[in-house]
């Protein structure tokens, strides 16, 4: 389905996005990145493949309650995708795959007011970079007037005191990003946009405690003028709601 198509599909209700029918589990297992067991509510248990590589800090506990797609291509080692974990009593999604499929029919949508009328095209994967070994989610453009805007997608999970962090670890990868993106200023508009996976969140932050460099280097973005746009986003079994941009805090909270 194209994203034109599905944009039209979605006409009459407020998901950016609609879940195929899910299959519900509780989690026994999580391991060597990709592979999650899961036992179906029928007793059955399957293994999943798991779409986020990263440690998933505080999203992935055992006995946890998940909904898990299917698909029929029979070229899949696994049929099986792990695509949520409720976690105190809130749906968080698993599948890095689909936010920057979000983002993009949200932008299509002007949904982010904060980017409404700054563009008019959009293009995904630019590269990008001093090195040109980078890419960038997404290039908007629009008049000849109004500068580019470099935007880069981050998923985010973790949670502390129900402020929404990111990483959720050492990320020399989210370093470099943040760094290419000051590199882009003052001819082009560098935003980072923080998905996050959870409606449980008002606000953000950077994940000090996990990647303290990080942290700084998202500091220095700020004053240097990369736009930080925290993104909410509610999940549930039957799809993702666009809830409105997170209160943007400095740092994260102590330990």
């Known amino acids: 389905m194209s994203d034109s ?3 039209n599909s979605l006409e009459k209700t407020d998901y950016i996005y609609q879940y195929p029918l899910l299959i519900s589990g509780t989690l026994i297992k999580r391991y060597k990145r990709f592979f999650a067991d899961i036992q179906l509510n029928s007793g059955e248990i399957i293994t999943a493949h798991c779409p986020n590589t990263g440690p998933m800090t505080g999203v992935c506990t055992p006995g946890s309650l998940v909904q898990i797609s299917t698909s029929n291509n029979p070229k899949r080692k696994l049929p099986y995708t792990w695509e949520m974990i409720q976690v105190n009593n809130t749906w968080v999604g698993i599948n890095t795959g689909l936010p920057n499929k979000i983002v993009k029919l949200a932008l299509h949508q002007n949904l ?5 009328g700054r563009y008019q095209t959009i293009v995904s994967e630019i590269i990008y970079g001093q090195d040109q070994k980078s890419r960038i989610d997404f290039l908007l453009t629009g008049t000849s007037e109004q500068i580019p805007i470099y935007l ?3 998923n985010v999970t973790l949670t502390q005191r129900k402020i929404a962090l990111f990483p959720d670890t050492v990320t020399t990868r989210g370093q470099k ?4 993106l ?3 200023l003052p001819t082009a508009q560098p935003v980072m ?3 996050i996976n959870r409606g ?3 606000s953000f932050a950077p994940g000090d405690n996990y990647d303290f460099q990080y942290g700084e280097l998202f500091r220095k973005a700020v004053i240097a003028g990369v736009e930080m746009l925290p993104y909410r986003f509610e999940i549930n079994p039957q799809g993702i709601r666009y809830l409105g941009k997170a209160q943007l805090l400095n740092s994260s909270p102590s330990i």
């Open 152 to 154: 880069e997608v981050k």
């Open 182 to 184: 000051i590199a882009l």
């Open 193 to 195: 946009l923080y998905f």
């Open 5 to 7: 198509q599905l944009i």
């Open 177 to 180: 990003h943040l760094r290419e």
């Open 112 to 116: 982010f007011t904060e980017l409404t």
């Open 200 to 202: 449980d969140c008002l």
